[in-house]
């Protein structure tokens, strides 16, 4: 017992040295810097935004708000800060350009889903709430769906909207295909374009008929896009992207939900790169497709593209119960928006163009799907 005494003791010495090195205060530690908050929406809609970049000689960010990129001013601790607006209500994609590299903001966890995600979610709340805003009123739901497309041979993903009391009922529904742009995937419209719940409002408001939406990837070719694809590159993602949707989307759809399968319950419509697949599928298509909508829209060559329905106008205009066609004035596609109009106005194809305010930019998007889905499935069109 005694030997085993300056043991002990000296074990006691040492842990209560090793104690006090533990508590001793580094010399060397750098003192804690809380991270910056961004973005900080103020309540008179202005937003700061603020990042650390230590090594940076010039930090700017870019929105889709009027005015373009905005010059950072470095401040404490190395942190770069603007304050933008006031904004009008709305869900902005905004990114850092950080000595020319684009960058997230890296407080934010809002990603918008693209190829290559490069962009933050900013969203601006409005009084009273916006129509893509989530609002206490009935809800449907998304459903995420990974399926064999035996058209590509390969494993691909879409989504789907059901509207509310979809699970409650036996009824049959209409079915709006709803296409992405270019840089976007399947994601893109339910978590930036917020179409879900765009859909809910409406729906709730008996400004839409209920329906169910869906969502596909509409990069059939190219498994990922770097710059402006070639010619040949647009036409065969048209091309493959019509055969999976016609050959795999549509059975899957019809097979696992209660839609509609005559043409007078289907709609197709997209923006930009969707736009022109929405317009040149359902156009050659009509017998699949009454409703046929393109935002934005972009379609080479359209005395080709849609040749079928160019073939025999009379038939087109008695088949047809909506062909919507709508682009910004400030959009880089307005002038192949007006021409693609023309190529139908000579053809005697009768459709409605709208020239709106707004660019090449998700706001405007979110807007045209809340004036498009009230004029679908509607007996008076």
């Keep these: 017992m005694n030997m085993q005494l300056p043991f002990c003791f000296s074990l006691s010495v040492c842990l209560l040295q090793f104690s006090a090195f533990a508590q001793a205060p580094s010399t060397n530690r750098p003192a804690f810097t809380p991270p910056p908050n961004s973005p900080e929406v103020h309540a008179d809609r202005t937003v700061t935004f603020r990042v650390r970049a230590p090594k940076a000689s010039e930090v700017t960010v870019s929105g889709e708000w009027p005015g373009g990129a905005k010059t950072m001013t470095k401040g404490d601790n190395d942190v770069w800060s603007v304050t933008v607006g006031p904004l009008e209500p709305d869900v902005y994609g905004y990114s850092f350009s950080i000595d020319g590299f684009r960058a997230l903001d890296p407080m934010n966890p809002g990603v918008k889903p693209m190829r290559s995600p490069t962009t933050s979610i900013l969203e601006i709340p409005g009084n009273p709430p916006r129509v893509w805003e989530f609002q206490d009123v009935p809800h449907g739901a998304v459903r995420l769906h990974d399926y064999q497309s035996k058209a ?24 709006l295909y709803l296409l992405h742009g270019s840089g976007d995937n399947d994601a893109t419209w339910t978590a930036f374009g917020h179409a879900q719940w765009i859909l809910d409002n409406l729906i709730a408001a008996s400004k839409a008929k209920p329906m169910i939406v869906v969502m596909t990837d509409g990069h059939a070719y190219s498994p990922q896009f770097t710059g402006m694809p070639s010619t040949n590159m647009i036409s065969r993602n048209i091309t493959d992207f ?16 209660r839609a509609r399968k005559e043409a007078a319950g289907r709609a197709i419509a997209g923006l930009s790169m969707g736009g022109g697949q929405s317009l040149t599928i359902g156009l050659n298509h009509l ?65 409605e163009f709208r020239e709106t305010e707004g660019n090449h930019s998700w706001p405007v998007w979110r807007r045209y799907l809340a004036d498009f889905a009230p004029l679908l499935f509607n007996s008076s069109n």
């Design 287 to 351: 017998e699949l497709f009454d409703w046929v909508g393109g935002f934005s829209s972009f379609v080479r060559d359209p005395e080709n593209a849609v040749g079928k329905a160019l073939e025999s106008p009379q038939a087109t205009n008695k088949k047809l119960k909506l062909l919507w066609i709508a682009c910004g004035k400030d959009d880089r596609l307005m002038e192949n928006s007006r021409q693609f109009v023309e190529v139908l106005k000579k053809h005697g194809i009768r459709s």
């Design 242 to 257: 019509e055969r999976d949707l016609l050959e795999d989307v549509l059975p899957l759809v019809e097979a696992n939900y």
């Design 152 to 175: 590509l041979g390969r494993l691909r993903h879409l989504r789907v909207y059901t509207p509310p009391d979809y699970d409650h009922g036996t009824r049959r529904y209409p079915v």
